[in-house]
Nanobody, 120 residues
């Protein structure tokens, strides 16, 4: 039983910052790519940022230079530091991870989502 649990969402004013955390627990052999997605009402889910096991990162153009993704492999945790937030960042943020449940088998897992609301 592998589970991803997000935390750190909330209500913040424009220009503020939030730090999201996502911790994986359960039977884990290893974790490959971890990422953050977001979905606003009436819109498609989009990739915000991702980070590989080797530390390579990718960001959506809309968040580049404002958000920073990082991971702590010892804690099986990925973080998303969000700075200079604006109302367009309002969405439910979901953690995603490709988890090795066996040395030769991996599966995608999703967190339950955490609400981020940015007021103007």
């Amino acid at each position: 039983q592998v589970q991803l649990v997000e935390s750190g969402g909330g209500l913040v004013q424009a220009g503020g910052s939030l730090r999201l955390s996502c911790a994986a627990s359960g039977s884990i052999f290893g974790i490959n790519v971890m990422g953050w997605y977001r979905q606003a009402p009436g819109k498609q889910r989009e990739l915000v940022a991702s980070i590989t096991s080797g530390g390579s990162t990718r960001y959506a153009d809309s968040v580049k230079d404002r958000f920073t993704i990082s991971r702590d492999n010892a804690k099986n945790t990925v973080y998303l530091q969000m700075n200079s937030l604006n109302p367009e960042d309002t969405a439910v943020y979901y953690c995603n991870a490709e988890i090795l449940i066996h040395y030769s088998r991996s599966r995608d897992y999703w967190g339950q989502g955490t609400q981020v609301t940015v007021s103007s």
